[in-house]
C-alpha cells in the first residue's frame, strides 16, 4: 500500500510559467512533508520542507502548501526555469520514526 | 551543501561476487539510511541505523546487510550479487530532531550481469 502517492508521473511546462507538483498521502501520523529534486545519476537534493503545523512555506521561487484535511500537498516553482527540469519527489515522516516514505516522483519537464 | 559520499558511483559486477557499497558522512549525523530506487519508482528504505552498532532492516526486504561500526561510515555489502539486485542505491542521514531535512549521497547505480 503505498502511502505517499505522486500520481502524475510527468509534467511539461513553458519556461517562466508556473509548475504545480501534487502529493497525496494516507497516513494522517506523518507530521513532516519535504520535496526532493534529482536529476539522472544523482541522489535527491533536498528543496524545501512543511511542517503539519504550517499549510505553506516559501523560499524563492518554490513554495509548498499543505492540506491536511485533504491530505493533499503541492509544490509550486515559480516562475519555472529548464534547469528545473528534473524528478521532484515528495516524501512524508512521522516524527518519531524519523525515516522517509517517497512517493514514486514526477518528472518535470520546463520547455524553453 | 550536505557532505555525504558514496562510491563507487557505477558498478558492473558478474552474478555470484561480493560487492560492498561504500556510504560516508562528514557530519557526525547519528541516523542514516539505505534506500533502493528502480527507475521510475519510489525510493524504498532497505536498512537504517539510529547510531553505532545500531542496524534495523527498513520496509523493502533486501537480500544486503549493513554495518554500523563508525558514525560516519555505514557500508552495504551483498554476499552474492544477482541481476535482481540490479537497481541504484542511495545512503542518506540527517540528525536528531524535527525539522531536519534528510541529505543524500550520490547514489551507486549497480548492475548485476
Known amino acids: 500500500d503505498q502511502q505517499v502517492k505522486q500520481n502524475s508521473p510527468s509534467l511539461s511546462v513553458q519556461e517562466g510559467r508556473i509548475s504545480i507538483l501534487n502529493c497525496d498521502y494516507t497516513n494522517s501520523m506523518f507530521d513532516y512533508f519535504l520535496w526532493y529534486k534529482k536529476y539522472p545519476a544523482e541522489g535527491p537534493t533536498f528543496l524545501i520542507s512543511?511542517?503539519?503545523?504550517?499549510d505553506k512555506n516559501e523560499d524563492g521561487r518554490f513554495t509548498v502548501f499543505l492540506n491536511k484535511s485533504a491530505k493533499h500537498l503541492s509544490l509550486h516553482i515559480v516562475p519555472s526555469q529548464p534547469g528545473d527540469s528534473a524528478v521532484y519527489f515528495c516524501a512524508a515522516r512521522v516524527s518519531s520514526a524519523r525515516q522517509l516514505t517517497f512517493g514514486s516522483g514526477t518528472q518535470l519537464t520546463v520547455l524553453p | 551543501e550536505a557532505d555525504i559520499y558514496q562510491t563507487p558511483r557505477y558498478l558492473v559486477i558478474g552474478t555470484g561476487k561480493k560487492i560492498t557499497l561504500e556510504c560516508s558522512q562528514t557530519?557526525?549525523?547519528?541516523?542514516m539510511y539505505w534506500y533502493q530506487q528502480d527507475p521510475g519508482m519510489e525510493l524504498h528504505l532497505i536498512h537504517y541505523?539510529?547510531?553505532?552498532?545500531?542496524?534495523e532492516k527498513g520496509d523493502l526486504s533486501s537480500e544486503s546487510t549493513v554495518s554500523r561500526i563508525r558514525t560516519e561510515h555505514f557500508p552495504l555489502t551483498l554476499e552474492s550479487a544477482r541481476p535482481s539486485h540490479t537497481s541504484q542505491y542511495l545512503c542518506a542521514s540527517t540528525t536528531a530532531g524535527t525539522g531536519r531535512a534528510t541529505f543524500f549521497g550520490q547514489g551507486t547505480r549497480l548492475t548485476v550481469v
Open positions: 557530519m557526525g549525523h547519528d541516523k
Open positions: 512543511i511542517s503539519s503545523i504550517k
Open positions: 541505523s539510529y547510531g553505532v552498532n545500531s542496524t
